[in-house]
């Protein structure tokens, strides 16, 4: 299987891009209008989605993942905006990153409504000067946090660790680095429980 996989990145052709775009780029393939857009920094510095307006389809990449978001690395305050300005758009199918295709917006609301309560009691926690790690602990620990954890992961067990993990503790150290200035676009290491 390795050699395999080798076998395939020996092969790749790779190709330059002859268009770029800033913030929204519109492109049609045959009567499809297919809009790229980038709102703000969000999962990663340069974040792309796709729209599709007569179709009322939202592709999100990683921007939203179904079940567990991977918050590793992430821009909260910018994630947040980019996620409020893709629920504005009128969809009825949106197509995670990873997961099954999603029929409404529950889950696109559930972690925009996490994300402004981890960003919140975050801050706070930091405010009185908790160290991340004591945030984690107390605010995983709300009922607000715990029902929002619920709504995502079905109170699957397994998924309640990752959730706590990739989303909660992943998350907290990005907005507790984020309360201490703008955070730069190097990559963020893996946050180690107790540092």
């Known amino acids: 299987m390795d050699r395999w996989f080798l076998a395939q990145k020996r092969g790749v052709q790779h190709t330059f891009a002859n268009v770029t775009f800033t913030d929204s780029l519109i492109l049609h393939l045959g009567q499809r209008e297919i809009h790229v857009l980038h709102y703000d920094r969000a999962v ?3 974040d792309a989605f796709l729209y599709l307006p007569n179709e009322k389809v939202l592709i999100t990449g990683d921007l939203l993942v179904n079940p567990i978001t991977f918050a590793l690395g992430c821009y909260p305050a910018g994630w947040v905006k980019t996620l409020e300005r893709m629920e504005a758009l009128e969809a009825n199918v949106i197509v995670p990153g990873h997961g099954e295709p999603l029929k409404d917006k529950t889950l696109l609301r559930t972690n925009l409504a996490l994300f ?47 959730f706590d993990i990739y989303t909660v503790d992943w998350f907290l150290h990005r907005v507790y680095q984020e309360q201490e200035g703008p955070l730069s676009d190097e990559i963020a290491p893996i946050p180690v429980h107790g540092g």
Do not use: F, H, M, Y
């Not at 991340?132 to 992961?153: F, M, N, P, W, Y």
């Open 116 to 162: 402004r309560e981890l960003i919140q009691r975050g801050a706070d926690a930091k405010a009185r000067g908790l160290d991340v790690e004591k945030a984690r602990v107390e605010i995983e620990g709300q009922d607000s946090v715990r029902a929002l954890e619920v709504a995502i992961t079905g109170d699957d067990k397994s998924r309640n660790q990752l």
């Open 44 to 46: 990663t510095p340069g």
